[in-house]
């Protein structure tokens, strides 16, 4: 109780803090991208943290979903049903990404989902006459029932109300029988097929539900960013995800949002640390990946399980209903 006292406090220590260094409007905008990101860090959770599996693919998975809610919304679809086609392509490519797992293990299975997005990303760049190819696609505001989700508190309670389902979701798996079949499968392989239980099924199943909430993930960020184009779903973004969840705690459902946290502020630190050095010192491109490579040695070296570590099958005990 008291570790999770200090926990909230330490988000409303945050919370102020960004209201009052970037003001409530900027703030606020970028809370609606940290639920997503945490959303999207939900996904690899599932997957890395939970199931054991190594994911390259992640962000080829949220281009998937922002691509399908961007063409589908473009013509005229209603956002909510356009939302939940791209929930369910990004459970497809996931569900397809998870099939060399058949034969794939470890590194070589890495090198399959790394794969996957290349293959993802380049199809999105040649398939020009619908995605507009390299020059991308503008993404029309949010709208649900007749409401536009254009203003920065908005995007922020949709975004926050979405968390909380995914979240709520994700907790109910994770307690369920396929959760423990998951459980099974990242601490023995061998062991979980001999006590009964499909591996390649259960691998199927985290990468078909983290897909899923990649595809949600993508969908909420093509409208928060109002412009979708193939680069932002690169290697970059699959490597910044496995970061989130690394840096926040790979197999805490919770390390999802710490992770997030993380990963939205080191933009705003680097663009207030760029100010305060001169102006040939450094690059932001530069600090950016010195930050990131420092935080993540930081963690590696001062808290190996991240943010939110905990003692081994915590997960499991905490999400129960």
Do not use: N
Not at 51 to 56: A, E, K, N, P, V
Not at 96 to 112: E, N, Q, T, V, W
Not at 140 to 153: E, I, K, N, T
Not at 155 to 165: E, I, P, R, T, W
């Amino acid at each position: 109780m008291t570790r999770r006292i200090a926990r909230v406090g330490t988000l409303v220590l945050a919370a102020v803090a960004a209201v009052l260094l970037l003001g409530a409007e900027y703030a606020l905008a970028q809370a609606a991208f940290v639920a997503t990101y945490a959303i999207a860090g939900l996904g690899v959770i599932v997957i890395v943290g939970l199931c054991g599996q190594i994911s390259l693919g992640q962000g080829a998975l949220l281009g998937l979903g922002a691509y399908v809610e961007a063409l589908l919304t473009l013509r005229g679809v209603p956002a909510p049903l356009a939302m939940g086609l791209a929930v369910a392509t990004g459970a497809g490519g996931g569900w397809l990404a998870s099939l060399p797992a058949r034969r794939l293990g470890g590194l070589y299975f890495a090198m399959s989902t790394l794969a996957f997005s290349l293959i993802v990303e380049e199809a999105l760049v040649r398939a020009e006459s619908l995605t507009h190819g390299a020059a991308g696609l503008a993404v029309p505001a949010l709208v649900l029932a007749g409401f536009s989700v254009d203003a920065a508190w908005s995007q922020a309670l949709v975004g926050a109300a979405v968390l909380a389902l995914a979240w709520i979701a994700c907790r109910r798996c994770v307690a369920s029988r396929v959760g423990r079949a998951w459980h099974a499968v990242r601490e023995d392989e061998a062991a979980a097929a001999a006590c009964g239980i499909d591996v390649a099924g259960a691998k199927r199943t985290a990468f078909a539900f983290g897909g899923a909430l990649s595809g949600l993930a993508g969908a909420l960020y093509a409208h928060w960013i109002g412009f979708v184009s193939p680069e932002q779903f690169g290697l970059m973004l699959s490597f910044e995800l496995l970061m989130l969840a690394f840096i926040g705690g790979a197999r805490e459902l919770a390390g999802a949002l710490w992770g997030a946290l993380v990963v939205v502020a080191l933009p705003q630190a680097i663009s207030v640390l760029t100010e305060l050095l001169p102006a040939d010192t450094a690059t932001p491109a530069g600090l950016e990946s010195l930050l990131f490579g420092a935080v993540v040695v930081a963690v590696i070296l001062l808290r190996p399980g991240g943010l939110t570590m905990q003692t081994p099958g915590r997960v499991e005990r905490s999400a129960r209903p």
